[in-house]
């Protein structure tokens, strides 16, 4: 049977974690360095066990989502060159039971270098021979964050393909990022979403995956790394036209604002003639006035959409229908989603007038900007 060799790389928090064989610390090294010096770095490392490990170097690159990848082989020597400033003491260690064996090495920075250089250092244990048909080949990667001189001058960056999009029942606004310059930036990404009638719909922060689950304020993005940076709406916008506006900074420096026009239609919302937008009960509303020529009837509204609607109750006469006055209790409601709120109808009724029941239109406008009439419709009582 042919063997399952299963090989696990853990990129851990800059502290020990024990592996099934030997832990590794540190596992990030940060250097900050000049054109033609040599850097010298040691990592730690504890065997549970006794046993052998190696040493190689791999070059790394930033994806997409701002997580970062492995490249072992086939990898451009230009684009990734740092990968052969790292020698070694030695290539393979022999690790003696809860003893800690020091790892040293050398970058050493050729003169005319300058930017932000990654590298990965693999410790990979030697497993030893095994009587099962499943071997387990441990790896830790310790990540080397080289930046050699200063940024200066003018940045070079882009910015591009905007576009609101529904994804697993959400709705996203993303865009992509792109770093020109030879150092890695901190990216602060903000977005400005309006309406036609440039209502302000949403203002939220853009950052790639990779820092939204880090929990990160900014987006690190690599020297000719291009990111995707996403937003998650609170609810789904209404089909229409919006002017979005992004403003970018780069470790600090400002960057030109970035302006498109998305016309969107979304594939989650129903549109207000596929249902119901409100829910008024009792379904059937009776009036019955008392001997004052009073009548209070209670009416419940219900928002079926998933935004905040406001609705202004009239007030007024119409003499035809034998009311001398009448006005909702209050006057204006604000109904977030899914919120049901009561409502007091009072009129005053002229003598010697039967009531023949009325309808009462009444405004109600969403947080999208969208207005729509409400209709509630009374009846007599019947005697």
Known sequence: MTRLKCIFIFLLAAMPVWATEFAVSPMLIDFKSRPGTRESFEISVTGKQSGKIMLSTYAMTQQESGHMSFVESNFDPEEHKAVNWIHFEHKSYELIQNETTIIRAVIEIPRNERGTYLAAVMIEEVPGPSNSNISIKVRYAVILN????????????????????DRDGVTFIEGYFTNQNPFMG???????????????????????????????????????????????????????????????KLSGKGLPIY?????????????????????????????????????????????????????????????????????????????????RQHVLLKQRHLPDIEYPGRKFVLAATFESGDQHALVITTFAEKS
């Open 146 to 165: 080289i930046n050699i001189s200063h940024p200066s001058g003018r940045l070079i960056t882009a910015f591009d393909n905007l576009s609101l999009v």
């Open 186 to 248: 901190m990216l602060d990404s903000q977005v400005q979403i309006r309406d036609q009638d440039r209502r302000l719909v949403a203002r939220l922060p853009l950052r790639t995956e990779s820092a939204w689950q880090r929990g990160d304020k900014a987006s690190r993005v690599y020297p000719g790394a291009r990111v995707k940076v996403v937003a998650r709406l609170k609810s789904s916008p209404s089909n229409g036209d919006y002017k979005i506006l992004v403003r970018n």
């Open 259 to 339: 302006r498109q026009e998305i016309a969107y239609r979304s594939s989650l919302r129903r549109e207000p003639d596929d249902f119901e937008l409100f829910r008024v009960t009792p379904e059937r509303i009776i009036v019955s006035p008392r001997r004052s020529g009073l009548s209070y009837t209670s009416i419940a509204v219900s928002n079926n959409l998933d935004q905040s609607v406001s609705i202004d109750l009239p007030e007024g006469t119409d003499r035809d229908a034998g009311i001398e006055y009448f006005e909702f209790i209050p006057s204006h409601i604000l109904l977030k989603p899914g919120m």
